[in-house]
């Protein structure tokens, strides 16, 4: 089943912070947060796995409640390269390959 | 090391026409998956295989097909195209599953009309 993400877009000004939010029915191996901007592929961000692992972006930080199947993206000090549009991927606890992913949430940062 | 490739990048096909997307990784990446993404919508996992031989459906498999005999290429076929199958069509590839990043393609822009 398809995550749920919350809010489904986000304007800020450059330096604001935000969170994007992922939550999922069912019990989780691992979170993937991808960003895309508009006609591009989408780009790696982090990997969050059950147990507390983490893997991904020096300057973005995430955190993952395996309990309550949900997890955040911290963006902070936002820049402009900062906008596109993001993606949460969940991978169930089962760890069978299948990465669904959310709807997406825009992010639009202006000057 | 040219990572993740897929050919076309564009196409437009009739209603009825058949067609294969490319997708070749040189990564030699054991999984690989085939997703498709609708104008202002998320992506949907279509296909994805765990190594040569082996492949297992997605959320949206219907009106497709893969095959994986080589570790290098994923092909996906699409043999009665259907108007509703207009979309961008990605590939990606990762060593392992569920706890590694998926390398993306370029994409392929398909329209059938």
């Known amino acids: 089943q398809q995550p749920v993400q919350s809010p489904q877009a986000v304007i800020l000004r450059e330096g604001e912070d935000a969170v994007i939010n992922c939550s999922s029915s069912k019990a989780l191996y691992s979170v993937h947060w991808y960003r895309q901007k508009h006609g591009e592929a989408p780009i790696f961000l982090m990997i969050l796995l059950k147990g507390g692992e983490q893997k991904g972006h020096d300057k973005i930080s995430a955190s993952f409640n395996e309990k309550k199947q949900q997890s955040s993206l911290y963006l902070t000090a936002s820049q402009l390269s900062y906008s596109g549009t993001y993606f949460c991927g969940t991978v169930g606890s089962g760890n069978t390959g299948k990465l669904i992913f959310g709807q997406g949430t825009t992010l639009q940062v202006k000057p | 090391n040219a990572g993740v490739t897929q050919t076309p990048k564009f196409r437009i096909l009739k209603i009825g026409q058949s067609m294969t997307l490319q997708c070749a990784q040189d990564?030699?990446?054991?999984?690989m998956y085939w997703y498709r993404q609708d104008p202002g919508m998320g992506l949907k996992l279509i296909y994805y295989s765990v190594g040569a031989g082996i492949t297992d459906k997605g959320e949206v498999p219907n009106g497709y097909n893969v095959s994986r005999s080589t570790t290098e290429d994923f092909p996906l076929r699409l043999e009665l195209a259907a108007p509703s199958q207009t979309s961008v069509y990605f590939c990606?590839?990762?060593?392992?599953?569920?706890?590694?990043?998926?390398?993306f393609g370029p994409g392929t822009r398909l329209t059938v009309l």
């Open positions: 990606a590839s990762s060593s392992l599953t569920g706890g590694e990043t998926q390398y």
């Open positions: 990564m030699n990446h054991n999984y």
